[in-house]
């Protein structure tokens, strides 16, 4: 059983501490040269400057944000977590003036990052969404946890899929098309597919596992003797509903569960515990409302663990 604590306000990763992640570099954009386009199967093609955008209107999306790794190692954890405020326009927004036709069955996110990648030159980064994904959910975002984006994180404008893996929110974001089919490029078609559990053949790296990491204590931290904190952060595509602590190869123990926001946001869990001075192994598995649990080892979102000290008294 899983005591529910009442809902707090979402917490914020410092931008200083969100990870950074790059194909091919960062681009230098000077926003009064850039334009976002929406074109392919569209009634009435756009072009928007920034101001164009910003007169859509501002909203806030709080939303977690996870890096899949590595599409070469599909199973190593990367612990690339952070949670972020979003400000921006949702999709929708465009999408109702732009007027995709009947035919449109897919979205294609376009950077203004190009280069090499693995070998292979001339690139642009390309993700792709069904029509029906990307209207209901991707969040135009033009501002981090309260200040513009800054360079690394997309600059000026940047796609957010919540409850996706970071790949498919493409950042400097240039061109929207709408097509019948999905995008060829290697970053859509070659890298970034994966075979999910029960499956036989690959499907695009979109929807997070269920994990969660543990934040306090960190890695190798020396604690005092006596009760400890042990806390972290759970996400998933739908709510947590538990997390188990467990120290040196112990029983699953049930953490306090923050309830879960209504939006795509991470959840608090924590466990007041007894620790004895020595060196302690402390792991955290999660299980979201749809049933699924954190594997033990072998996949990317196994559990996490932890080594502390817990000083002698
Ligand atoms: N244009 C572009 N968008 C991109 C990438 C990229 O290389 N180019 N990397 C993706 C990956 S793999 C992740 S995890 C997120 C990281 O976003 P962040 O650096 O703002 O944390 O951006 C995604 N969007
Ligand atoms: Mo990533």
Known sequence: MTTQAP????????????????????????????????EG??????????????????????AFHECFGSPFAPDVPTRAVAQVEWAGVPLAALLDRAAPRATARHVWFEGADTGSFHGQDGLTYVKDLPLPVARGDVFLAHRMNGEPLRAEHGFPLRAVAPRMFGTNSVKWLTRIVLADRRADSVFTTRFYNRVLPGDSEPSPVREVDVSSKLFAPGEGEEIPAGH?????????????????????GGPWEPAVVDAAGAGPTWQRFSLRRELAPGTHHIRCRATDGAGRTQPLAGARNSVHEVGVVVAGE
Request: glycine letters at 6%.
């Open 41 to 62: 199967l569209v009634e009435h093609p756009l072009r928007l400057d920034m101001a164009e955008v910003l007169a859509l209107g501002t909203e806030r999306l709080p």
């Open 228 to 248: 400890a904190v042990l806390s972290g952060r759970a996400w998933s595509t739908s709510a947590i509903v538990a997390v188990g602590i467990s120290v040196d």
């Open 7 to 38: 809902l707090p306000a979402p917490d914020f990763t410092p931008t200083d501490d969100v990870f950074v992640r790059k194909h091919m570099g960062v681009p230098s954009i000077d926003v009064d040269d850039w334009t976002l386009v929406v």
